[in-house]
């Protein structure tokens, strides 16, 4: 029998703020705790094994934080470590814990936006070299054509808090318009890193009329909360009580400095070492 806990969300970084800020919006009686590898971040250009590893070791951690549920909003993450921890681990660790990625949710809804049938996932070196996302939207809508394009600059400028600048639209232009060059049907584009939704303004202002710049944390948060309604079993091993702790492997008073960039408000961190 599981004891209640908070539900944990994982990310290398900071990016997961913006998951974690949409899921608080919508289910904001739950509690939360998030945990930021920062100490080790990027994953975006680290190795399959790595990132297992990684995450793995942060799975665990938060479980022994008392988490029954652990949302891993990192697309790199998803994309590299996901289906071995939920096919090889969990069923060793405890067969009752859940660990849920990002890319599934997002690819499940993607058949009910675009109208061309013809798409395209801008993310970070690690996850488009993965082809995670074009492996699950192509399982669910083998119709749909897919483009993709890594831009390895994109994050940064967000996580170095320069992604207002008028230097950032140099990198966000050039993307834009590589993978449109590839497919000029393209009529959604997949927001498939975490920052992402930080440079909205500026991706909008390179996107031809009628192509869609689709960011994740709204369906993540939908999704999560269909999952819950449809696992009574895991929603009653969520504590309900409106509070969010935060921590991070790096320091905290960066972590917090930074978070203020994804959530517009001050939080208080706590530093935790993960081995």
Not at 154 to 167: D, R
Not at 175 to 189: A, F, G, M, R, V
Request: net charge negative.
């Amino acid at each position: 029998m599981l004891t209640p806990g908070p539900i944990g969300v994982f990310d290398s970084g900071y990016g997961g703020l913006t998951i974690l800020s949409e899921i608080q919006s919508l289910m904001p009686e739950y509690d939360y705790y998030y945990l930021g590898d920062n100490s080790r971040a990027p994953y975006g250009t680290r190795s399959f094994d790595v990132v297992y590893e990684f995450t793995k070791q942060a799975v665990l951690r938060l479980f022994d934080m008392g988490c029954n549920l652990v949302i891993l909003a990192c697309n790199t993450a998803s994309a590299k470590a996901l289906r071995t921890i939920q096919q090889k681990d969990l069923p060793l660790i405890d067969p009752d814990k859940r660990v849920l990625g990002i890319i599934r949710p997002t690819a499940e809804i993607i058949g009910s936006v675009t109208k061309s049938r013809h798409i395209g996932v801008l993310g970070t070196v690690g996850t488009i070299q993965s082809g995670s996302y074009l492996i699950e939207i192509n399982k669910l809508f083998p119709d749909i054509a897919i483009e993709s394009e890594a831009c390895p600059m994109w994050a940064p400028l967000v996580e170095n808090n320069e992604h207002k600048s008028a230097g950032a639209e140099y990198f966000i232009k050039k993307n834009i318009d590589n993978i449109l060059s590839k497919d000029p049907l393209i009529d959604t584009l997949i927001l498939g890193c975490t920052h992402y939704p930080l440079l909205m303004d500026k991706i909008r202002k390179f996107l031809p009329q009628g192509v869609l710049a689709l960011a994740q944390g709204e369906y993540i948060a939908r999704s999560l909360q269909d999952y819950l309604c449809r696992h009574p079993e895991i929603d009653a091993v969520c504590t309900k009580g409106h509070t969010s702790q935060y921590y991070t492997t790096e320091s905290p008073q960066k972590f917090s400095e930074a978070a203020t960039i994804f959530l517009n408000k001050e939080i208080e961190v706590d530093r935790i070492t993960l081995e």
